[in-house]
Structure formats: structure tokens, C-alpha cells
T-cell receptor
Framework: GAGVSQSPSNKVTEKGKDVELRCDPISGHTALYWYRQSLGQGLEFLIYFQGNSAPDKSGLPSDRFSAERTGGSVSTLTIQRTQQEDSAVYLC?????????????FGPGTRLTVL | RKEVEQDPGPFNVPEGATVAFNCTYSNSASQSFFWYRQDCRKEPKLLMSVYSSGNEDGRFTAQLNRASQYISLLIRDSKLSDSATYLCVVSYTGNTPLVFGKGTRLSVIA
């Protein structure tokens, strides 16, 4: 079946602009995660959605970052007033349950470059 | 101290060699452990879960030492296709996101 998809695959923007990144999880997966990976760094957790529960936003680096998940499926990560340090690959993952024992399937990522 | 620490490498080994990676984690409450593989400019993919009793999947063997808080991955008979970055991953409870190490880079050379 279809895996996790993300769009756009690449995004180049100017400092100060807002960007929206989209994630389509695997159908039926209840948990959705956003991570980011800067060059040469590990994956950094951003935000986590599990079913209808309030999202875990503890990883968001600043109030310029927000995310929503509509209808328990598609998620959008929004970065307002982008800064150069926001440049990274933003990865979305989904799993069949919030339990960490369930494998997380990653999308191909969106490579964000802020000029 | 980093939550999950790995030797970044690179480990350059010839085909057929056996190579081992270690990883340490700081939170003794960690409950679940995994090795993910990430190819260059690709997304991470689950390689194997790590169980307390140790587990094997073909050429790959994973071990967990809770007392010393480290996890290992052994790759036997290395193939060129094993070249990738190997990410050590832990989670603390059943409903928290994964915590990733920065990865260990492996290059298998013909």
C-alpha cells in the first residue's frame, strides 16, 4: 500500500516568509510525528499527534512553529517568519498506535532552505 | 550528556568483515529500543527492534544491556549494500516520540 507522503519535496524560501509543509500518513495510522534533521545532526522531535488527544508540542523550538492535523489524517506544519536556522529536512512519520513499540514509518521529507 | 550517544564513525570495512556498533542511553526509564537505517538523503527505516534477550535477523544481531545502558548492533559478512548510517533509537514509555542518536556511518568497501 501507499506509504507516508510529504509535499513539497523541496522548498526554498526567503527569510521572514511563512511556509507550510504537508504530510499524508499511512491510511489508518492513528499516530503522526514531525521531526527535523539538520545537516549532520540526528532527528529532532517536534510534535506528536495521537488520535483525538491534545498534541504533544514539547519539541517545537519556538512559537513560530505550529502544526495541525485535520480529520485525524493529513497534517500541516507551519513555520512563520522563517529564519536561516530553520533550514533542515522536515520528516513526518506515522505509526499504527501511539505505543512506541509500533514501527514508525517515515515519509521522504521536505528539504527546506531559507535564504 | 546527550540522551542517546553513538560513535559517528565513519567505519570503513572491507566486504565480508564483521562490524559492531555501540550506543549508550542516559535515561534508565527507557523501555523500547531500535536500530534504524538511513541511506544518504533518504528517510530512516526500521532495521530491527532490540529485545532484552537479544535478537538476530539474518546477518544482524542486536543486544541490550540494561544495567550498563547500552545497545549494540553486530553485522556479519558485510555487504556493499550495508553502507548507510545506523541510528540508535530509544523511547521512554509507550506513548512518547522516539529519541534518536546522531547515527554511525558505515562504508563497506569492495
Amino acid at each position: 500500500g501507499a506509504g507516508v507522503s510529504q509535499s513539497p519535496s523541496n522548498k526554498v524560501t526567503e527569510k521572514g516568509k511563512d511556509v507550510e509543509l504537508r504530510c499524508d500518513p499511512i491510511s489508518g495510522h492513528t499516530a503522526l510525528y514531525w521531526y527535523r534533521q539538520s545537516l549532520g545532526q540526528g532527528l529532532e522531535f517536534l510534535i506528536y499527534f495521537q488520535g483525538n488527544s491534545a498534541p504533544d508540542k514539547s519539541g517545537l523550538p519556538s512559537d513560530r512553529f505550529s502544526a495541525e492535523r485535520t480529520g485525524g489524517s493529513v497534517s500541516t506544519l507551519t513555520i512563520q517568519r522563517t529564519q536561516q536556522e530553520d533550514s533542515a529536512v522536515y520528516l513526518c512519520a506515522s505509526s499504527g498506535s501511539g505505543g512506541a513499540r509500533h514501527e514508525q514509518f517515515f515519509g521522504p521529507g521536505t528539504r527546506l532552505t531559507v535564504l | 550528556r546527550k540522551e542517546v550517544e553513538q560513535d559517528p564513525g565513519p567505519f570503513n570495512v572491507p566486504e565480508g568483515a564483521t562490524v559492531a556498533f555501540n550506543c549508550t542511553y542516559s535515561n534508565s526509564a527507557s523501555q523500547s529500543f531500535f536500530w534504524y537505517r538511513q541511506d544518504c538523503r533518504k528517510e530512516p527505516k526500521l532495521l530491527m527492534s532490540v529485545y532484552s534477550s537479544g535478537n538476530e535477523d539474518g546477518r544482524f544481531t542486536a543486544q541490550l544491556n540494561r544495567a550498563s545502558q547500552y545497545i549494540s548492533l553486530l553485522i556479519r559478512d558485510s555487504k556493499l549494500s550495508d553502507s548507510a548510517t545506523y541510528l540508535c533509537v530509544v523511547s521512554y514509555t509507550g506513548n512518547t516520540p522516539l529519541v534518536f542518536g546522531k547515527g554511525t556511518r558505515l562504508s563497506v568497501i569492495a
